[in-house]
């Protein structure tokens, strides 16, 4: 007797012999599969099934993605030899894409595949899909096999979990900005002269976007009205606005007006007058501020 790798095999039982070599064939088990982090790449470790045969002399190469599915949500793979040779998987690289972007590399250790033989593979976490999603799975990436048929060594499928309850799919928000008009006002001087009492105020408008995208460059409409003299609104020349960053204010220039007792300012201002910016709000009423000075007649 001698000593075998998977137990005690008479020599001179052939028979006997060939029964305990298919046995350790069959107890070979199934698939493992590992994951390298450091290299992105997923290893797929099998052992040849048994009923793996010598490769016929001058036979023809064709390794096909047989299927691909989901199981427990994870992508699960499906490789078969189509053809008519032994193929070394190990010498070959795979590609797993989602919604079109690469995902992970494949890679075999100690695979080979018989004709008519398949080798599974399925995904970990890096490979979960929830909601929908559109997978291409591709053998052969880098082309070392000449092949009698290239069209089977990729396939395309929507797979994908459904949503846990409760969850909802997010709903994509346009990033845009919203631009809004402040007056504000600010006395310089205050006194008497021969007219009698005065005030001089500078006036301007502050442009906050309140949006999630910046504002490139537009204009504002300043219309003002001087009561009593003046029975409605003048339209000023429009205020030219260098563009407002998201989140940000901008300040138009200054401008300077003497009032009298009991002469009141009032203004009205309309934020990209011409409507080149496209806003999250583009109403009047968004855009548009109204303010006054003095809130009260001037008293002395």
Known sequence: MRFLA?????????????????QNRRESGRQWLGVSAALGIVLACALVPDGAGAAPPGGVTDVAVASVSLEQCCIKVT???????TINMQALKGEVFKDGAHLLYLAWENVTLAPGQTVGWRGHEESRLIGSHLVRVVVDSQDVLNEVNESNNSMEKRLGCPLPAGARTPVAVARKPDLKPVVKFHVVQEGDDAAGHFKKITMKVLVRNTGTADAGISYVKLETQMRPEQPKYVVASPIWLNGVPAGEARETGELTYTLRNPQRLYVRATADMYGVIDEL????????VTG?????????
């Not at 998977?6 to 298919?22: F, L, T």
């Not at 490789?79 to 040779?85: A, I, P, Y």
């Not at 006054?292 to 002395?300: C, I, Q, T």
């Open 6 to 22: 998977r137990g005690v095999i008479p020599v001179n039982d052939e028979i006997e012999g060939g029964m305990a070599m298919r």
């Open 79 to 85: 490789f078969e030899n189509k053809g008519t040779t």
């Open 281 to 288: 709000d583009d109403s009047p009423e968004d855009n548009t």
């Open 292 to 300: 006054a000075y003095p809130e009260a007649p001037l008293h002395r």
